[in-house]
């Protein structure tokens, strides 16, 4: 991140306790206990709408196992939850009422990390909205590549009479690139392309329909035209600065994503009905939960990962691997044994892999909890597990099967510990003598 870029005279102040913040915005200020419970945020969402804005909270609880929801204590002008490490906020509609949001929010992360460049960066942030779509069906979901003002150029701010304040527009490549790919197998029409924000859902978005218009027909559709030639695919009202401001701080993980309500080459009016509406920002906010799934359920760091070439010597968070492997239960077939198990395991580079066993009505088939646990591992790339517990549906450390002991040791070696009913043990003492890949002949 861009240490140069953050308001150090300011926020250092707060950090060393001479002073406190106050989030007026949002009723909080950093002495607020509520605070010592969002130490751990790994992602902020902001949504122009308060309704958005809890039913995202509730849908991301439901996927989390009921994870109590916190709400801010104004729940006027910015709505706002936490719940199971994610920020939600309404930011209200444009760029003046967002960036105010969005102001509150970076010195918020700010405090929440203290001051840790490098945990900040790994918050992802994301923007979730709705648009004018060009050239696009409406309920088509476009993730934006870069924010750019009406004319084409980005976001700015008057500094003096002759000066101005320009921020850069750009969204993270890669993170709209995992976007697109996580909502791969999606029926809906996930796009990447530029986004306009208008600073007048009328005037600055060349509309025949406002109260005041300037345009004719001919100049709005040569504006139209205009953009869609430079890889404009929506508009809305305000990424240009979401991009701008996370930039300017050099945050690396962000993005927008926005459901199209209309097609602006065939008209201005949006005539759809609330539910309809309703409807096309429930995709915009499905795009973005296949993503959180796929990086943060999957990816959630038990730990922080070990530095290069080096092993991990600290004992891994136990509770957290239980809880995982409770949760990971839940979805177990087994009709036959009426016996769920759930794994969860660690990789050595920080990474939680989860399974349950699958049953099969030839009884011989079925698959283990541990087995559907390292194909989650394979599928996500492979990895060495250094850490495993199993659970039955009372969150009790169960033993692996001998087959199971097997699988565990093909992909943790002899030192992966083992949570078992007496406590920790290495696979070496669960699996004596083992044979393994080590030495293995077609190796
Ligand atoms: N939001 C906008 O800013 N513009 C539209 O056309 C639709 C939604």
């Known amino acids: 991140m861009r240490t140069g870029n ?38 902020i969402i902001m949504a122009g709408s308060g309704r958005r804005i809890r039913e995202f909270a509730e849908h991301w609880s439901i996927l989390n196992d009921g994870a109590e929801i916190l709400a801010f204590p104004k729940d006027d002008r910015f709505i706002a939850r936490y719940t199971a490490d ?66 084409l150029k ?18 993270p490549v890669k993170i709209c690139q995992e976007i697109i790919a996580a909502n791969a197998d999606s029926s809906m029409n996930v796009v990447s392309g530029k986004t306009v924000a208008g600073n007048d859902f009328f005037l600055e978005q060349f509309r025949l329909d406002g109260a005041i218009s300037f345009e004719t027909p001919e ?7 205009l953009l869609h030639d430079n890889g404009v695919r929506n508009i809305e009202m305000e990424g240009a600065m979401v991009a701008g401001y996370l930039n300017h701080w050099g945050f690396s993980r962000f993005a927008m994503i926005c459901a199209t309500l209309i097609n602006r080459l065939e008209g201005d009016q949006v005539t759809s009905t609330p539910e309809q509406l309703h409807g096309f920002s429930q995709e915009a906010g499905a795009v973005l939960f296949n993503y959180l799934k796929t990086f ?33 239960l839940k979805k177990s077939y087994s009709p036959y044994s009426g016996f769920p198990v759930g794994a969860a395991g660690l990789t050595e580079d920080g990474r939680l892999v989860c399974g349950a066993n699958v049953e099969n009505a030839s009884y011989g088939l079925t698959l283990c909890a541990e087995c ?62 083992a044979f393994g890949p080590v030495g293995f002949p077609y190796c």
């Open 6 to 43: 953050i308001n150090h005279a300011f926020l250092d102040r707060v950090l060393d306790g001479s002073l406190a913040d106050f989030y007026y915005h949002f009723g909080l200020s950093s002495k607020d206990p509520l605070l010592e419970q969002m130490h751990g945020v790994r992602a």
């Open 86 to 151: 994610i920020l939600f906020t309404s930011h209200g509609m444009g760029m003046p009422s967002a960036s105010i949001a969005l102001q509150e929010l970076m010195r918020l992360l700010y405090f929440l990390k203290k001051g840790d460049l490098e945990e900040m960066d790994q918050v992802f942030w994301a923007r979730v909205g709705t648009s004018g779509g060009l050239g696009l069906p409406a309920g088509s979901v476009v993730v934006s590549t870069e924010g750019v003002m009406a004319d």
């Open 154 to 171: 980005p976001y700015r701010l008057l500094k003096n009479v002759d000066g101005q304040y320009w921020f850069e527009g750009s969204f």
């Open 219 to 225: 100049t709005r559709m040569a504006w139209l035209q």
């Open 296 to 328: 943060l359920l999957e990816h959630r760091p038990v730990q922080s990962p070990p530095e290069d070439g080096q092993t991990r010597d600290a004992e891994p968070d136990w509770e957290t691997l239980r809880q995982a492997a409770v949760a990971a």
């Open 372 to 433: 559907s646990m390292i194909f989650h591992l394979c599928s996500i790339g492979g990895g060495r597990l250094i850490a495993v517990y199993c659970v039955n549906d009372e969150g009790q450390a169960l033993m692996p099967c001998g087959r199971c002991r097997q699988l565990l040791y093909e992909h943790g070696g002899p030192d992966m510990l083992l949570m078992t009913p007496q406590g920790v043990r290495t696979m070496a003492d669960v699996l004596p003598q």
